[in-house]
């Protein structure tokens, strides 16, 4: 998480879920990338979080323009928080370095890990196309697979 910041909104109730809505979007058209219904399971009050796009937590109005974006696409409702916290981890240093202050340039390059007799990984990071991704993931199990399956493993 060396790199992102969270952003929590609460509200008096989950109206989104009166209204037809899950509180999950992804956006790319605001700071917040990816936002989540954070109610508890009584939903006696709302909550929505998002994960602020890379760096976006450091620009002068993130917090309005945030509550901003939660409006636009959860209703009116959304644009008075009862609070609002923000978690930016770039900036904790049990978390982060001065290198995660700048966001990448593009996605890492993974590359697979040959499996062996003893130990086989399938996860995204073994990968080579859409490492860190669910795709990722995904090719890497079918990999695995392959190798169980051709192997003789």
Same mark, same amino acid.
């Given at each position: 998480m060396a790199g992102h910041a969270k952003l929590v909104a609460t509200y008096p109730t989950?109206?989104?879920?009166?209204?037809? %809505?899950? =509180?999950? +979007?992804?956006?790319?058209?605001?700071?917040?990338?990816?936002?989540?219904?954070?109610?508890?399971?009584?939903?006696?009050?709302?909550? %929505?979080? =998002?994960? +602020?796009?890379v760096g976006a937590a450091h620009q002068s109005g993130f917090r309005d323009a945030a509550v901003a974006q939660l409006a636009r696409l959860f209703g009116q409702e959304a644009a008075t928080p009862d609070d609002v916290f923000i978690k930016d981890w770039s900036l904790d240093p049990a978390t982060a370095t001065e290198a995660d202050l700048t966001p990448p340039s593009d996605h890492p390059n993974y590359s697979a890990v040959p499996p062996t007799r003893r130990v086989m990984f399938a996860r995204t990071e073994t990968s080579s196309d859409n490492g860190g991704f669910l795709e990722g993931a995904l090719a890497g199990a079918e990999a695995a697979n392959a190798a169980l399956t051709l192997g003789g493993y």
């Open positions: 989950a109206f989104w879920r009166e209204n037809g %809505l899950n =509180g999950d +979007a992804i956006s790319h058209r605001g700071p917040l990338a990816e936002i989540h219904d954070a109610s508890p399971v009584d939903a006696k009050v709302g909550a %929505l979080f =998002g994960f +602020a796009q």
